[in-house]
């Protein structure tokens, strides 16, 4: 089926090493967002890219890193993992025409 | 900048009540507005939009309507259901068509409809 799809589901990591989040769409929308989620503070953006090749930072992007060779994938890599970024992650697709984003069912991270 | 606000929860309704969830917004600018739902274990799934002022999103029996004077964006439905327990986000977005822009959330707002 077409759609969004995020791996891990569930992580859980130790503080200091570095992990990387998959996030994967069919649609070959052009634009593609990370959020994290956490609990007083909804959703913020971290980066989002508006084209393959074509990033750019939001709101929270220290301690993270993300590329784009592919339209269709946007990994998230946080280079050396910290309790802070205990959350959930959700990545997002949108392209023109749609209405909103379409968003992925998210990854809780643990950072002990 | 953009940002919105909306109001402090958690809300706890019985099931047939009627429901309101406040939103207001700061942007430059003509911002096109949106309420998202998100259920347990499950992403943002879109509820309802309105691109321009006046305009009325409606899906699910929710509606919302776009007030610019105001600068709200006020989530209605007249009878709440137990399987609408949910997080209910408010959000813009930069430009007008909504579709390939930045998205600016609100906090987010749980409800719980008893039976």
């Known amino acids: 089926d077409a759609g969004i799809t995020q791996s891990p589901r569930y992580k859980i990591t130790e503080t200091g090493r570095q992990v990387t989040l998959m996030c994967h769409q069919t649609w070959s929308h052009s634009y593609m967002f990370w959020y994290r989620q956490d609990l007083g503070h909804g959703l913020r953006l971290i980066y989002y890219s508006a084209a393959a090749d074509i990033t750019d930072k939001g709101e929270v992007p220290d301690g993270y890193v993300v590329s784009r060779s592919k339209t269709e994938n946007f990994p998230l890599t946080l280079e050396s993992a910290t309790r802070s970024q205990t959350s959930v992650y959700f990545c997002?697709?949108?392209?023109?025409?749609?209405?909103?984003?379409?968003f992925g069912s998210g990854t809780r991270l643990t950072v002990v | 900048g953009n940002s919105v606000t909306q109001m402090e929860g958690p809300v706890t309704l019985s099931e047939e009540a009627f429901l309101t969830i406040n939103c207001t917004y700061t942007a430059t600018g003509y911002p096109s507005l949106f309420w998202y739902v998100q259920y347990p274990g499950e992403g943002l799934q879109l509820l309802l939009k309105a691109t321009k002022a006046d305009d009325k999103g409606s899906n699910k029996g929710f509606e919302a309507t776009y007030r610019k004077e105001t600068t709200s964006f006020h989530l209605e439905k007249g009878s709440v259901q137990v399987s609408d327990s949910a997080v209910y986000f408010c959000a813009l977005s930069d430009f007008n068509t909504g579709a390939n822009s930045k998205l600016t959330f609100g906090k987010g707002i749980t409800l719980s409809v008893r039976p």
């Open positions: 997002a697709s949108s392209d023109p025409g749609r209405d909103g984003y379409t």
